[in-house]
């Protein structure tokens, strides 16, 4: 099955610093990346995803890149805020294939 | 929408106890989806249906774990007997037919067996 690595598992950054966390994944037939963000207490939330016919997508201070041939995707977070502290997942999945499989997770603490 | 509902939110038990963990998914959401979460394992597929069908329970741990939707806006995860190990957080999470790939979370069930 699908094998997602997730680096660092924790990042600390200065406010409006950018925070840079990586993820590789084994299955090259994988081709949906989606990024979740939990916070203490809550669910994990979907904050973007790219799928494989996109090398990079971007929505506001969040943007994710993907490497295919390197088997590898990144989120990049841009001036960060202390509501940027939570824990993020990456993962992956095959297309109709609702089978998630997610790394282990980034805690992000943003210092103000 | 108020999202997917989990109850309950917290549940302390005793070894050899039977636990029902409860899950309404969004409505019109197609696929239901059964997650465990560890600091061990990260987060785990435990299973997934699709139309009240079970499609994958691959991830059930052992034969203690069951999990039913009897209709659209209800499903259960039943652990008969509990063990320590068990203990975890349990998210319940729907997506809608299309396949956006999206899944909606529930805010979990913090289950702790002594």
């Known amino acids: 099955g699908e094998n997602v690595e997730q680096h660092p598992s924790t990042l600390s950054v200065q406010e409006g610093d950018s925070a840079v966390i990586k993820c590789t994944y084994s299955?090259?037939?994988?081709?949906?990346f989606p990024w979740y963000k939990q916070e203490l207490g809550k669910g994990p939330q979907l904050i973007i995803d790219?799928?494989?016919?996109?090398g990079e997508k971007k929505d506001q201070r969040i943007a994710v890149t993907l490497n295919k041939t390197a088997k590898h995707f990144s989120l990049h977070i841009t001036e960060t805020q202390p509501e940027d502290s939570a824990v993020y997942f990456c993962a992956a999945s095959k297309g109709g294939d609702y089978k998630l499989s997610f790394g282990a997770g980034t805690t992000v603490t943003v210092r103000a | 929408d108020a999202g997917v509902i989990q109850s309950p939110r917290h549940e302390v038990t005793e070894m050899g106890q039977e636990v029902t963990l409860r899950c309404k998914p969004i409505s019109g959401h197609d696929y239901l989806f059964w997650y465990r979460q560890t600091m061990m394992r990260g987060l785990e597929l435990l299973i997934y249906?699709?139309?009240?069908?079970?499609?994958?329970d691959s991830g059930m741990p052992e034969d203690r774990f069951s999990a039913k939707m009897p209709n659209a806006s209800f499903s259960t995860l039943k652990i008969q007997p509990s063990e320590p190990r068990d203990s975890a957080v349990y998210f319940c999470a729907s997506s809608p037919r299309v396949n956006t790939g999206e899944l909606f979370f529930g805010e979990g069930s913090r289950l702790t067996v002594l």
């Open positions: 790219i799928r494989s016919n996109v």
């Open positions: 299955d090259s037939a994988s081709n949906y």
């Open positions: 249906f699709n139309n009240n069908v079970p499609i994958d």
